[in-house]
């Protein structure tokens, strides 16, 4: 994907450096540099220790610099996928819970794993946050609310039985945008 991105930039003209690394691993020599940093797409479960996460986004943006975060709704976390109704989940469908989940399969990834790899060789490890604990880990890293929002917009076909009426009365993602202060 960086190499791509290195085209895109390329044949744009928009100068641009591309690192890989973990997110908690991120160059020092890129502190207070960003305007803008963006999260989102379903970013967020895959961080382990979130008020880190937090802590790198608020090394990175430069003062008044903004996080835009465009997510999953963790309330889409405790409903059972396959059911026709809203069901929690007997596995994971407690908003409040702190424990990591592994191989959760997501949709999503079904067809990767068929793909790209037997299902013993790809191993998910998901966290999900509740809202508060998202907003709160930004605000101790030194961030400021500026809009939250909650959508009834589907992040992807996650629950392909629910009716469409039914899905849409209940939040599957939210926008969060922040300020460091």
């Known amino acids: 994907m960086i190499a791509v991105?290195?085209?895109?930039?390329?044949?744009?003209?928009?100068?641009?450096?591309?690192?890989?690394?973990?997110?908690?691993?991120?160059?020092?020599?890129?502190?207070?540099?960003?305007?803008?940093?963006?999260?989102?797409?379903?970013?967020?479960?895959?961080?382990?220790?979130?008020?880190?996460?937090?802590?790198?986004?608020?090394?990175?943006?430069k003062p008044s610099g903004r996080l835009y975060v465009f997510e999953g709704h963790p309330l889409d976390w405790v409903w059972d996928m396959e059911a026709t109704t809203y069901q929690l989940s007997s596995r994971t469908g407690n908003y409040f819970s702190d424990t990591v989940v592994t191989d959760r399969s997501w949709p999503l990834f079904a067809d990767a794993i068929q793909e790209h790899a037997s299902k013993n060789q790809f191993h998910v490890h998901e966290r999900q946050w509740t809202l508060g604990e998202i907003m709160n880990s930004l605000v101790a890293a030194g961030m400021r609310l500026e809009r939250f929002e909650e959508h009834p917009d589907l992040f992807w076909n996650q629950f392909p039985h629910l009716q469409p009426e039914l899905s849409g009365r209940l939040p599957h993602t939210f926008s969060l945008l922040m300020q460091k202060a």
Do not use: F, M
């Open 5 to 61: 991105a290195q085209r895109k930039s390329t044949l744009l003209g928009a100068p641009a450096h591309w690192y890989n690394s973990d997110i908690l691993d991120t160059p020092h020599e890129l502190d207070n540099t960003a305007d803008l940093i963006y999260t989102g797409r379903g970013a967020l479960p895959w961080i382990i220790d979130i008020q880190a996460w937090a802590a790198v986004v608020a090394r990175l943006l």
